[in-house]
């Protein structure tokens, strides 16, 4: 599986941006995709994630601001980020998890769960 993301770019504060990953390869039976996003000097932190069932996961911190979605063909992931802030800013990556253990685990956003990583989408934050 190849996962590619598309979409980035630079926005101005209160501003929205959909960015895309495109999910080449046959998905697994069970399986979490995810969004997750690293700032310079940062952690990487998860922003977004659905599982194989449909069930949608975000972290308390980000509810409400930003939507992950994926389409009937199961081939493109999206994740709509709505008033965007300054500390938003940073390179976003789609990220795949596989098995049964990974759609239980989709909401805990562990980075070090995931075997699978698209290169990265850059988003600036500034007006």
């Known amino acids: 599986v190849h996962l590619r993301e598309s979409g980035g770019g630079s926005v101005q504060p209160g501003g929205s941006l959909t960015l895309s990953c495109v999910v080449s390869?046959?998905?697994?039976?069970?399986?979490?995709l995810a969004w997750f996003r690293q700032a310079p000097g940062k952690e990487r932190e998860g922003v977004a994630g659905?599982?194989?069932?449909?069930?949608?996961f975000h972290p308390d911190s980000l509810k409400g601001r930003f939507a992950i979605s994926q389409d009937n063909a199961k081939s493109t992931l999206a994740l709509r980020a709505n008033n965007l802030e300054p500390g938003d800013a940073a390179t976003y990556y789609c990220?795949?998890?596989?098995?049964?253990?990974?759609?239980?685990?989709?909401?805990?956003?562990?980075?070090?769960?995931?075997?699978?990583w698209g290169q990265g989408a850059q988003v600036a934050v500034s007006s």
């Open positions: 390869g046959v998905l697994p039976e069970d399986y979490c």
């Open positions: 659905l599982n194989s069932r449909g069930e949608a």
């Open positions: 990220a795949l998890d596989v098995g049964l253990r990974a759609r239980l685990r989709c909401g805990r956003f562990r980075a070090i769960d995931y075997s699978y």
